[in-house]
């Protein structure tokens, strides 16, 4: 499983960006699809996913009617679409994937996901 994530950069806050996920080795529809993120000093936090079974979303709460979470089969790539930014967004954005469940259930928990193939992620910057 091999992710490499891009779409980052610097943005004013109220402004959008758009990440992307794209996959080798293996398809979406396989795979459950998160994203995750980790400020300075941060424990990294998951932010959105999506669900290989149906197509489910899951948003935290911190970023719910902000983000979106989507994915084009035909590109292999999933994306986090981001609006409305805001300074406390500014963190590196990861993406991972898994099959068994246990990433769904650690965003929509809260809680640690653990995994060997975290990419070299994303910087998202927003100025105030």
């Known amino acids: 499983v091999q992710l490499v994530e891009s779409g980052g950069g610097l943005v004013q806050a109220g402004g959008s960006l758009r990440l992307s996920c794209a996959a080798s080795?293996?398809?979406?529809?396989?795979?459950?699809i998160g994203w995750f993120r980790q400020a300075p000093g941060k424990e990294r936090e998951g932010v959105a996913c999506?669900?290989?079974?149906?197509?489910?979303?899951y948003h935290v709460d911190s970023v719910r009617g902000r983000f979106t979470i989507f994915y084009d089969n035909a590109k292999n790539t999933v994306y986090l679409q981001m609006n409305s930014l805001k300074p406390e967004d500014t963190a590196v954005y990861y993406c991972?994937?898994?099959?068994?469940?246990?990433?769904?259930?650690?965003?929509?928990?809260?809680?640690?996901?653990?995994?060997?193939?975290w990419g070299q992620g994303t910087q998202v910057t927003v100025s105030s």
């Open positions: 991972a994937a898994d099959r068994s469940g246990v990433l769904v259930d650690a965003i929509v928990g809260g809680i640690e996901f653990s995994s060997d193939d």
């Open positions: 080795g293996f398809s979406f529809d396989e795979y459950n």
């Open positions: 999506i669900s290989n079974s149906d197509a489910s979303t």
